[in-house]
């Protein structure tokens, strides 16, 4: 569903408001946009994968894509695992080889991938969670990069309790959070996820990227 499907479907269904008379369109635009990237943030996506080259030598890579987190790295078929900084960096006084560490936080200025041993070279595939970033205009876009479109819903009903609460009708939430709730839980059965309790507390409280 793109944004603009999911704002009609808040008005019509949800909120009960075709004509506009309680919000415009730019301010379910925001609780949408927010509501989104908390459900993205509480199921870690959406993931992707991408290949990039590396250098002779290099002990650190700045990445070519947005990366919120990183799953797995691997160069010429050798697979890393992740380790502390602290590891990554004792184990560049080997030999450079094959790559066996990586560290990685979105916290450090410059989106770099800290590696180690200090590499032969190559192509280096990594599987990520991308950082989201708002387009403009945000209507024609998808949720989530377009992932798992059967659940973009969730996205609206979260959007509609947050609107409920914004507008201090808290006594109207509680449908449409039990909607949310059974779809958090067929997702999260879905993805394997036992948490569950903690993603749906994390959706309804967690802050949001971009």
């Known amino acids: 569903m793109t944004f603009t499907e999911l704002l009609?479907?808040?008005?019509?269904?949800?909120?009960v408001d075709d004509f506009g008379d309680a919000y415009d369109d730019a301010d379910i635009e925001d609780v949408l946009w927010k509501a989104s990237v908390e459900i993205a943030a509480a199921f870690d996506m959406p993931r992707a994968i991408a290949t990039q080259a590396i250098g002779l030598?290099?002990?650190?890579?700045?990445?070519?894509?947005?990366?919120?987190?990183?799953h797995s790295v691997s160069v010429g078929g050798d697979d890393a695992v992740a380790a502390s900084i602290q590891q990554v960096i004792r184990m560049r006084a080997v030999s450079p080889g094959p790559i066996r560490y990586f560290n990685f936080d979105p916290r450090r200025a410059g989106g770099q991938l800290q590696i180690a041993p200090a590499s032969f070279g190559?192509?280096?595939t990594v599987?990520?969670?991308?950082?989201?970033t708002r387009p403009n205009p945000l209507g024609p876009e998808n949720p989530w990069l377009n992932a798992l479109p059967q659940f973009h819903p969730l996205v609206a009903y979260r959007a509609g309790v947050a609107l409920y609460e914004m507008a201090e009708r808290e006594n109207e939430t509680e449908h449409w959070q039990r909607q949310y709730d059974i779809r958090a839980s067929e997702l999260s059965a879905?993805?394997?996820r036992t948490d569950i309790g903690?993603?749906?507390m994390n959706?309804?409280?967690?802050?949001?990227?971009?």
């Open 8 to 15: 009609a479907m808040v008005r019509r269904e949800i909120i």
């Open 203 to 210: 959706a309804t409280t967690q802050g949001g990227q971009g």
């Open 190 to 192: 879905m993805l394997g």
């Open 57 to 70: 030598n290099a002990t650190a890579v700045t990445l070519s894509v947005n990366a919120a987190r990183i």
């Open 127 to 132: 599987e990520y969670t991308a950082q989201l």
């Open 122 to 124: 190559g192509d280096m």
């Open 198 to 200: 903690a993603v749906m």
